[in-house]
């Protein structure tokens, strides 16, 4: 049993496409997270979504669209790729502490999906 | 804003060797602090969770300590492996966010 799985594993597609990566979580967390992984291997936050809530929008271009239709599940939606966009897209999910955005319990991280943009 | 530093970048040693892996944080209100593995093409592995009321935590081989006052931890990793080769991440708790740093590239040379 998978406790958070992303798909698609791979995604190889052409400049301005849209894509999207789908993310779902066993575990009963009510807190989910989209990292990107650059090339070098740098990991930065993306979103992060508490209870189907928005928490953190990292100053990512709104081509990107997070969307969560209950808190097991959030999917990221890509408009119009770009090539700077190649990268592995990690999904993660954490039990909140205490009240609603409280502190991030220990995180859970998805096996990534690489995306290639030509 | 939480700034996460690894040093450093890359180590190589030979099997059997005790290390010491480094995490500096600048904001000392943190959370928990947690430790990872990723191997290569591979997602996260967590190794250890550290709250912030505690100053270590052991798991086999490993022990991570934390020094919230200082904003350091380290990653203490005894009689090294060439199955220990990876990279290894620390990333550092707040309100609902973790911030990561860019890690330590990891060589044990059988």
């Known amino acids: 049993d998978t406790a958070v799985s992303q798909t698609p594993k791979y995604l190889v597609t052409q400049m301005g496409n849209d894509k999207s990566i789908k993310c779902e979580q066993n575990l009963g967390h009510d807190t989910m997270y989209w990292y990107k992984q650059d090339s070098k291997k740098f990991l930065k936050i993306m979103f992060s979504?508490?209870?189907?809530?928005?928490?953190i929008n990292e100053t990512v271009p709104n081509r990107f669209s997070p969307k969560s239709p209950d808190k097991a599940h959030l999917n990221l939606h890509i408009n119009s790729l770009e090539l700077g966009d190649s990268a592995v897209y990690f999904c993660?999910?954490?039990?909140?502490?205490?009240?609603?955005?409280?502190?991030?319990?220990?995180?859970?991280f998805g096996e990534g999906s690489r995306l290639t943009v030509l | 804003k939480q700034e996460v530093t690894q040093i450093p970048a890359a180590l190589s040693v030979p099997e059997g060797e005790n290390l010491v892996l480094n995490c500096s944080f600048t904001?000392?209100?943190?959370?928990?602090l947690q430790w990872f593995r990723q191997d290569p093409g591979k997602g996260l592995t967590s190794l250890l969770l550290?709250?912030?009321?505690?100053r270590e935590q052991t798991s086999g081989r490993l022990n991570a300590s934390l020094d919230k006052s200082s904003g350091r931890s380290t990653l203490y990793i005894a009689a090294s492996q060439p199955g220990d080769s990876a990279t290894y991440l620390c990333?550092?708790?707040?309100?609902?966010?973790?911030?990561f740093g860019a890690g330590t590239r990891l060589t044990v040379k059988p």
């Open positions: 904001d000392s209100a943190i959370y928990n």
């Open positions: 550290i709250q912030s009321s505690q």
């Open positions: 993660a999910s954490s039990r909140t502490e205490g009240l609603a955005g409280g502190p991030a319990g220990e995180l859970f």
């Open positions: 979504y508490n209870n189907k809530e928005l928490i």
């Open positions: 990333a550092v708790g707040n309100n609902n966010d973790m911030r």
